[in-house]
């Protein structure tokens, strides 16, 4: 048998498709690392409100990027987001945080520092990145690229469990609202939006199982030497 190769792969698609749960399964199946890029973007939103600057400051928004340091771990709670030392996993997932997302995301120069932080974690292949823009702007060389979708109502419905399930009350017609505008601004921005990689394979997640989306995508990547 040839011996197996550490391939990169890129999963993007818009919030609530799967791709966190997905792309972390996948990793572990395939003993490769996990990159959330998102949280990367959500660390940075963070840093920003933390400091009693506004989001919109494109000035606060880079600078907070610049002395961003990423690690990421894994312990018996699951992936943990570390930043600057401290363990932000949950607090990044407030609706805060993700509600003042949109400019920090659209600022290319936070773009420009987040994406070569996520390149250099990759540049030995081994990995399972995924957010907005991995197939195609971080890594649009990853051997395998999935697009995964869903409803916008599947995908609330996951997201407003998600919450619950951290003790977050959720109104789901506002949840519902916030997607629709996140959508909007994901799929919109100059720089790093949502779009799909024409060399992407699609997966349509609404009716599918966690373990029959994880599946699909370990055997598209031992397809491609994993
Ligand atoms: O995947 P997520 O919901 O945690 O991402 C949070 C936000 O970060 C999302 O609304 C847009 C931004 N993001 C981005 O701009 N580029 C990425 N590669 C990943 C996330």
Redesign the pocket.
């Known amino acids: 048998m040839a011996p197996r190769k550490k391939i990169k792969i890129a999963i ?1 698609g818009p ?2 498709s799967g ?2 749960s997905t792309a972390k399964r996948v990793a572990e199946e395939l003993g490769y690392l996990f990159l ?7 660390s940075v ?1 963070f840093l920003v409100l933390r400091d009693g600057a506004d989001p919109h400051d494109p000035d606060a928004s880079r600078a907070a990027a610049q002395k961003a340091r990423f690690r990421f771990k894994r312990d018996d709670r699951g992936e943990r987001v570390i930043l600057n030392g401290e363990d932000v996993t949950d607090v ?2 407030t609706p805060l945080v ?1 509600n003042n ?2 400019p ?3 600022n290319p120069a936070v ?1 420009e520092i ?1 994406v070569k932080k ?1 390149r250099a974690l990759g540049k030995n292949g081994g990995i399972v ?6 197939g195609t ?2 890594f649009c060389d990853a051997e395998l690229k999935v697009f995964l979708m869903a409803s916008i109502d599947e995908r609330t419905k996951r997201r407003a469990r998600e919450l619950r399930a951290r003790g977050i009350p959720v109104d789901f017609d506002r949840l519902l609202h916030d997607m629709k505008r ?1 959508d909007q ?2 799929s919109t ?1 100059e720089h ?1 939006a ?1 779009k799909i990689a024409p060399d992407a394979v699609h997966i349509d997640t609404s009716e599918l199982t966690l373990d029959e989306q994880v599946a699909f995508v370990v055997e598209q990547a031992r397809k491609r030497g994993a």
């Open positions: 993007d919030a609530g791709k966190s959330d890029s998102g949280a990367m973007y959500r939103t990044i997932r993700t997302i949109a920090v995301a659209a773009r987040l996520q990145a995924e957010g907005r823009d991995i702007v971080v996140r601004s994901d921005r790093g949502l």
